[in-house]
């Protein structure tokens, strides 16, 4: 018995617990990119050629960390848990900051912010453009990303973070024609964000919506009609 009532006493703690800092735990996905580079650079292991190294992982961490923000929606429409929806800021927050972190060192260590080289680079190479565009797109969208722009923007405020639909496809495409041959990651990549914004479909996602109601309510009739029948049985002595 005592075994039980510790059990009892343990888990809910546990539970408020996460319930309270679970959010701390996008910090630790946010910030675990950085932390891998700054180990490789400590110890020596950013390769032969480490501008390319750092360019290459600093772009795919913001790419996964876009995707990522983009799945909590449809993952809250599908779950019903709405506090997922207060983890699509902070992914994506960190996704811009790895994408400029990206543009960075292209510019500054890669081309020493040599503007004339870099503009004819942009201009001769189709992928360096798609990947500025995303990240010209996703500049407003972290700028205004706070409580304060979106009471300032009001409703416009919506239309504009709209655009992380169209900037992060531009980023799977910069991240594809980047590839010199194996372009599997990016496909899967791509594909995913594709399910992920049919899901967002007002169509679609009403129907999910009405589909999920329907299972919760069958299932919580199901386990209150199996307690009336456990409670007959009980009562009869069953």
């Given amino acids: 018995m005592k075994r039980y009532i510790v059990q009892d006493a343990y888990h ?13 735990f996008v910090h630790l996905a946010g910030l675990a990119p950085l932390t891998l580079l700054a180990w490789d650079a400590l110890n020596g292991n950013l390769t032969i050629n480490p501008i390319q190294y750092l360019t290459q992982r600093t772009g795919y961490a913001a790419i996964i960390l876009l995707v990522v923000s983009l799945v ?16 699509r800021r902070p992914f994506g927050l960190y996704g811009f900051f790895y994408a400029a972190l990206h543009m960075l060192i292209f510019t500054a260590l890669d081309f ?10 942009i201009a ?28 300032r923007l009001g409703r416009s405020w919506k239309r504009l973070h709209r655009l992380v639909y169209l900037a992060v496809p531009l980023a799977i495409v910069h991240y594809a024609w980047a ?5 599997r990651q990016p496909l899967i990549l791509g594909v995913l964000v594709a399910v992920l ?11 999910i919506e009405v589909r999920r109601r329907a299972w919760s309510t069958r299932s919580g009739d199901a386990i209150i009609s199996e307690r009336h029948t456990s409670a007959g049985g009980a009562s009869r002595g069953e």
């Fill in 124 to 151: 001769e190479k189709r992928y360096i453009l798609v990947g500025a565009m995303a990240l010209l797109l996703l500049a407003p969208l972290a700028l205004t990303s706070t409580q304060e722009w979106q009471r």
């Fill in 112 to 121: 020493g912010l040599n503007i004339p080289l870099i503009a004819q680079e």
């Fill in 12 to 24: 809910p703690s546990i539970r408020n617990w996460l319930q309270k800092n679970w959010v701390h």
């Fill in 72 to 87: 909590c929606t449809p993952l809250s429409v599908v779950s019903g848990w709405k506090r997922i929806l207060t983890l």
């Fill in 179 to 183: 590839q010199k041959s194996d372009i």
């Fill in 197 to 207: 914004l049919i899901l967002r479909l007002p169509v679609i996602r009403r129907g």
